[in-house]
């Protein structure tokens, strides 16, 4: 895996894993000093692949907030599919555009609202 790291071409995710791996393997031989510096590494360079806003994501669930009320789903009560245990899938590709995951995250939110009400 050392010998992996330290070739050049290897994209982010790579090098990520290997970073995770090599942590993992330093930590199983009880070379707690260099695993550290591993998983600091790792987690380092997945954080430069995450665009994370705090105050975006608060203005998402304030504004989901306000929109999907009980009123809002006892308005739609009996809309959708009639089976008792319908399935709402949407796939949230990682990397997508911004606003798909905030999309993919309103919906999850949503499910869990709804399911809390019912």
């Not at 998983?39 to 954080?47: F, G, I, Q, S």
């Not at 006892?74 to 796939?91: L, T």
């Not at 606003?99 to 009400?117: H, K, Y």
Request: with cysteine.
């Amino acid at each position: 895996m050392r010998s992996q790291l330290a070739r050049t071409e290897g994209s982010i995710d790579d090098r990520l894993h290997l970073e995770f791996a090599l942590g993992k393997a330093c930590e199983d031989a009880a070379q707690f000093a260099a695993s550290f510096r591993h998983y600091d590494e790792a987690n380092r360079l997945r954080r430069s692949q995450i665009h994370y806003s705090a105050a975006e994501t608060t203005s998402l669930v304030e504004r989901s907030r306000a929109l999907y009320t009980r009123e809002f789903f006892h308005a739609r009560a009996g809309a959708g599919c009639p089976a008792r245990d319908p399935v709402f899938i949407v796939a949230c590709r990682e990397r997508a555009q911004p606003w798909w995951n905030r999309s993919c995250r309103a919906i999850r939110w949503s499910r869990a609202r709804w399911s809390s009400m019912t």
